[in-house]
């Protein structure tokens, strides 16, 4: 029975082993490198739209606030008849009776609302029939205190303005952060692609280690332990191999959620790309960052705008916030042109011709009543504060962080990677003396392949150190995106 599954099991692992072949081999393969990767963030895809939506929405809502400053046409036309009875003769009931009435009106930014009117009534009833009343005029409501020459709308007009600026920025920012973020993910790749070289090279030589051992054993030279030893340290560099190997697809997986587009149903190889230069080009950037030390490099970012920017918001939301439960005093008035008789076009004739003027004039005020407004306006006002307190602070902290520590941190990168650079030297030798022992066999397997894996455990090291500097200066151009040096410039767009 236990025959039977250890062979289903083998054939299952089997046929999927040969589908995933065929799937590679009629699968494209397409050849990346890290200016193609950079282009391709840069141009349209779904992560950038997402980004463009912050600032779409602080244009919509501009857009929604200029509304209230187009022109607007009214109009209404009402019939009404009745069949009632008058409860005296000299009271009469009037029907039919027809109104149309016709506005055209603008709010304006400065406390303003006017307009021109146009109203037609006629009204039957048993003393007159058709009695027809047109007219026509302009009319004017200025604010008087809450908006007085547009002391609010002006300012909400300007506070809107300068929030766009802020989402602007920021959009540009966050594009630029995801440029970077595909770098990082591009120079994880070759490492772990660097790693596998190194994993395979000493597999190879732990391999030919083992068919050594294997001829020794057999003329009884080497025991039973030390092949199994070895032939355990071959299974373990395979395994460490297939780590790698899922590495590697988890890695390509995230990539090509990135670009469903270009990557879909294609296999991915890199092109030529050389490590230790770019890791140069840091230790170059970190010159530039060097010559900053004792002040942020303001010139060489966009967060030191939106922290003005940010300023400017918080005064402009608080005096619009300042008025919010505010009475309303406006002062309205309207001349109009009448004519009257007994036909919508007599009516209208009196009116171009001898038409008889009206005026009036007067204020209406809107006076809140009780403390809900009160409780809105300080509510909205610590919003406001808050809010505002909140982005400013992780502005600055992403200025002094990010500048004082990422040179500290490349600095240190360095000194390690040089260190690891001298411990793999004495490393290499040391195996090579542990080699030429073991094959005088004065040295012990066990020995020899703890020689091989310190030397295998640094180089991995010393790689993964390499992509931690090129980590580390990428972070730093995600605030500071516009300093001039080569690695930066490679990610401009």
């Not at 009931?93 to 037609?120: R, T, W």
């Not at 919003?383 to 902290?397: F, H, P, T, Y």
Request: net charge positive; charged share 30%.
């Amino acid at each position: 029975m236990n025959i039977f599954k250890y062979l289903c099991q083998g054939l299952s692992s089997s046929i999927l082993l040969v589908l995933l072949i065929n799937q590679s081999i009629h699968a494209e393969t397409i050849t990346v490198n890290e200016e193609t990767l950079v282009n391709w963030a840069g141009q349209e895809n779904f992560n950038r739209l997402r980004i463009s939506l912050d600032e779409l929405a602080k244009k919509q809502e501009r857009a929604k606030y200029d509304e209230n400053f187009g022109f607007t046409f009214d109009a209404e036309a009402n019939y009404q008849e009745t069949k009632e009875q008058s409860f005296v003769q000299f009271i009469p009931v009037s029907s039919p009776v027809a109104d149309f009435k016709a506005k055209l009106s603008k709010n304006s930014k400065y406390g303003l609302q006017y307009g021109v009117v146009m109203n037609s009534n006629q009204v039957t009833n048993n003393l007159y029939k058709d009695g027809t009343t047109t007219s026509a005029g302009a009319f004017l409501a200025l604010d008087l205190y809450k908006d007085f020459l547009g002391s609010t709308s002006r300012v909400q007009d300007k506070s809107l303005l300068v929030q766009e600026e802020i989402s602007k920025r920021q959009r540009s920012i966050s594009e630029h952060t995801f440029i970077q973020e595909v770098r990082k993910l591009y120079w994880k790749i070759v490492a772990n692609n660097e790693s596998t070289k190194i994993a395979r090279a000493l597999l190879k030589t732990t391999k030919k280690l083992e068919k050594d051992t294997r001829k020794r054993f057999q003329s009884n030279i080497a025991d039973k332990g030390d092949l199994a030893r070895i032939s355990s340290q071959v299974e373990a560099r395979n395994g460490q191999l297939y780590l790698l190997e899922f590495e590697r697809n988890e890695l390509i997986k995230t990539l090509k959620s990135l670009f469903p587009d270009k990557l879909g149903g294609k296999d991915l190889r890199l092109a030529n790309y050389n490590l230790d230069n770019t890791v140069n080009d840091v230790m170059a950037c970190t010159q530039k960052i060097a010559q900053h030390m004792t002040s942020l490099p303001l010139e060489y970012t966009q967060y030191d705008e939106i922290l003005g920017l940010l300023q400017k918001d918080l005064e402009l939301s608080r005096e619009v916030n300042k008025n919010y439960d505010k009475s309303n005093l406006k002062l309205i008035s309207q001349f109009e042109v009448v004519g009257k008789d007994y036909s919508y076009s007599d009516s209208f004739k009196k009116l171009s011709d001898e038409g008889d003027s009206r005026f009036s004039v007067g204020l209406q005020w809107t006076m809140p009543i009780g403390g809900e407004k009160d409780k809105t306006k300080a509510i909205q006002d610590e919003i406001i504060r808050r809010r505002n307190l909140a982005d400013s602070q992780e502005v600055k902290g992403k200025l002094d962080a990010f500048h004082a520590q990422t040179l500290r941190s490349v600095l240190t990168l360095q000194n390690v990677i040089r260190a690891q650079k001298r411990n793999a030297k004495h490393l290499r030798e040391t195996l090579k003396d542990s080699k030429r022992k073991f094959s005088q066999a004065r040295l012990t397997s066990q020995d020899l392949l703890i020689d091989e894996n310190q030397l295998l455990n640094s180089n991995l090291d010393e790689i993964s150190t390499k992509y931690q500097v090129i980590e580390t200066i990428i972070n730093y151009f995600t605030v500071f995106n516009q300093i001039p040096c080569k690695l930066n410039k490679r990610a401009q767009l």
